[in-house]
């Protein structure tokens, strides 16, 4: 068994409680397509108009980490984990893992937005939500840390 498989199986068998695995869907649902991170480059833009051209620029870095997600996907093309006894504790969108989207867009906002407000929060969110995705079954840690690389490297090559 190879050290990914080792890793996913770890985080799908330890520290396991029903309103804890719960928080950690409900958690996750906020990255979908990156939906979470949009919002607050939207959210940024409409409360903050000095800097509104910042905030949306950080939203459209994080749209932009999302397609550039979804065209590696489908070259890849890795299936989802499945794990014998252990089932996914989340539904998904589609059935390919790598790399993972949620951590993608999570990781393209924390950075994207970090100049605007506190980056150990934005870091803090977008690690939370890598997580949970192994936590959750529906990606290996591999997944997880080139979506991590993708997103952080998308926001610092996006023009100024």
Known sequence: MG??????????????????????????RLGEHGAGWIAIGLLGAAIDPDRRTS???GARIVAASYAL??????????????????????????RLSFPSAHSTTAFAGARAYSR????????TAAALTAISRPYLGVHYPSDVLAGAALGTLTAEAWPA
């Open 116 to 123: 605007l407000t506190s980056a150990p929060a934005l870091y």
């Open 3 to 28: 050290l990914d498989l080792r890793l996913l199986r770890l985080a799908r068998t330890r520290g396991h409680w029903r309103l804890l695995e719960r928080a950690a869907n409900a958690y996750s």
């Open 69 to 94: 997600n979804q065209i590696l996907k489908f070259i890849v093309r890795r299936p989802r984990p499945e794990l014998p006894g252990l089932p996914p504790l989340s539904r998904t969108i589609t």
């Open 55 to 57: 905030w949306l620029r």
